[in-house]
């Protein structure tokens, strides 16, 4: 069965600088997506960053990027420029196929200092 | 587009009790997903609908959970007894049927149960 680790369950930045959250996962498929979730207190979970595994080259939307590592299994977050709107948790998962259901890491929660 | 719709936000029982839940997905999305999210962990898959057939149930506990998607649009979780450990936030998701997605799950803001 898939795992997806990330050991970090709570991170803080200051406001303006970058951090990176770590995700590491476990699976015998070629073929996959990874996706990074961000979860604010009491809202719903929406999609940051999405990489197919095919693809080599790392996923970039506005401030969010990936380091995308297939052989190492990792896929960690870089965010820079980190704003106030950035706190929240932050859910790495994997997904075997594009309608297989997602399976989930334990989460960072990430605090943004003003 | 409207999103994934859930209701109620948040339900307070005793053990023992039921209680069910509600989940509208994206129209047109034909995979429906509930997920459980305890305190401080991840989401954990529940059951997976595509169109009105269950496609996964394997982490269900039976004996307790139902859930179904009549008529393959809305979808309803029922948990009856009621234990203490199913305090979590129950969470839906959406997706386009095969062909059509890009692995991408669309949540709703799920619904917040407190088992007392």
């Known amino acids: 069965a898939q795992t997806v680790t990330q050991s970090q369950p709570e991170m803080s930045v200051q406001e303006a600088e970058t951090v990176t959250l770590s995700c590491t996962y476990d699976?015998?498929?070629?073929?996959?997506?990874l996706f990074w979730y961000k979860q604010p207190p009491s809202r719903q979970m929406i999609l940051v960053i999405r990489?197919?595994?095919?693809?080599?080259q790392n996923a970039t939307e506005n401030r969010f990027s990936v380091n995308f590592q297939k052989a190492a299994k990792s896929f960690s977050l870089k965010i820079s420029d980190s704003q106030l709107g950035d706190a929240a948790m932050y859910f790495c998962a994997y997904g075997h196929s594009g309608n297989t259901p997602l399976v989930f890491g334990k989460g960072t929660r990430l605090s943004v200092i003003a | 587009e409207a999103g994934v719709a859930q209701s109620p936000r948040y339900k307070i029982i005793e053990k023992r009790q039921s209680v069910a839940f509600w989940c509208n997905p994206i129209?047109?999305?034909?995979?429906l997903y509930w997920y459980q999210q305890i305190l401080g962990q991840g989401p954990k898959l529940l059951i997976q609908f595509q169109n009105n057939g269950v496609v996964d149930d394997s982490q269900l506990p039976k004996d307790r959970f139902s859930a179904e998607r009549l008529k393959g649009v809305d979808s309803t979780l029922k948990i009856q007894p009621a234990k203490l450990e199913d305090s979590a936030v129950y969470l839906c998701a959406s997706s386009p049927g095969a062909g059509l997605n890009t692995g991408e799950l669309f949540f709703g803001e799920g619904s917040r149960l407190t088992v007392l």
């Open positions: 699976t015998s498929e070629s073929d996959y997506y």
């Open positions: 990489q197919e595994a095919y693809k080599q």
């Open positions: 129209s047109g999305h034909a995979t």
